[in-house]
Each structure stands twice: as structure tokens, then as C-alpha cells.
């Protein structure tokens, strides 16, 4: 089994996320990587999502499908791979890199948050349908859909964080003078 690193996610135009589109991959993959589904891994957050059709997934040893109008969440640095398994397949696949939740909390923590898979079912709807938001925005040519598309994205990572980064509540007033 071949595992390759892929090309890290650098993000110099503004925005927060990389999407991938079934239907547009030969065009938005560099001319020299190989489009056959292998294990691979990076440093981002990853949204597999299908619109219509079915997607297999592999995380490590556990197999899932994705099917239609639901998604699957990949950790960073965790080793994959997806197959399209039908035909009529449209979906498409988000990745966050760690670097974009670094610059809210510490830069300087190479440690990224690992988000629980519970986490994510608690807010399924929720997320797909941000997910979807950012599908509608990648696919725009108008400028001002590059904040709507940052905006769900940090919408989605305060709905996962703020579970899993919670700090108990204050038990000391604060001073009064």
C-alpha cells in the first residue's frame, strides 16, 4: 500500500478553505498528480461530501459511504482514501488547512485540535448545510461569496470547537472595584 502526503493546501488568496469538485477535479488537480484514489494524508481538515451518488471512504482500517446530501469529517494527518462508487457521483470535498485555525488561537502550537466524531454527528444537519453554502459560494465568480464562504467556514469550526474547547464557567466574581 503507497501512502503519499498530498500537495499541502496553501491559501494566498483570502480564503479559508480549498474545494474540490467531482465534476471539475481534472481541472482543479495539478497536471502531475495521479487522480487514482490511494491512501493519502495532510495537514487539513477534511469534508468528503455527496450530493447525489455514493462515495467510499477508508479511514485507516473503517469503511463508510457518504450518500446523498451527508458528508464525512477527516481529521488532519490521519491516512485515507475516497472512491466514487456510483456512476452518477456528484459531490465534492472540503479541506481546512490547520494553519487557518492557528491564526485564532496559538501560532505557535504545531498541535492540531482533534474533533471527535460524536461531535460532528451531534451537528450533522447543521454542518451539511454549511457545506453546502460553501459549495454554492466555490462555484461563484463573485467576489463578495469569498466572505460567505470564509464565514460558514468559521461558522463550522465554532460549532465543532466550542464542545470541545469549552472552559468551565467562572466560579470567582469578577472584582467590583
Not at 480549498?18 to 487514482?36: G, M, T, W, Y
Not at 482533534?114 to 453546502?132: C, S, T
Amino acid at each position: 500500500m503507497e501512502i503519499i502526503e498530498y500537495e499541502p493546501i496553501n491559501l494566498y488568496d483570502g480564503r479559508f478553505c480549498k474545494v474540490f469538485h467531482s465534476d471539475l477535479i481534472q481541472l482543479e488537480k495539478p497536471k502531475d498528480v495521479n487522480l487514482a484514489p490511494h491512501f493519502h494524508w495532510h495537514n487539513s481538515f477534511e469534508f468528503n461530501c455527496s450530493i447525489s451518488g455514493t462515495l467510499l471512504c477508508e479511514i485507516g482500517s473503517t469503511m463508510a459511504y457518504v450518500k446523498d446530501n451527508d458528508f464525512l469529517f477527516v481529521n488532519p494527518n490521519v491516512i485515507h482514501k475516497s472512491l466514487e462508487n456510483s456512476a452518477s457521483f456528484l459531490g465534492f470535498a472540503v479541506l481546512v488547512p490547520v494553519a487557518i485555525l492557528q491564526l485564532f488561537f496559538n501560532p505557535d502550537d504545531k498541535n492540531s485540535p482533534i474533533i471527535e466524531q460524536d461531535v460532528v454527528n451531534r451537528h450533522r444537519k447543521e454542518i451539511m448545510g454549511l457545506l453546502m453554502d460553501i459549495y454554492r459560494y466555490s462555484r461563484s465568480e463573485k467576489p463578495v461569496d469569498l466572505l460567505g464562504m470564509n464565514a460558514c467556514v468559521l461558522q463550522i469550526f465554532h460549532i465543532l470547537l466550542s464542545e470541545s474547547m469549552a472552559t468551565p464557567a467562572c466560579t470567582t466574581p469578577p472584582d467590583q472595584n
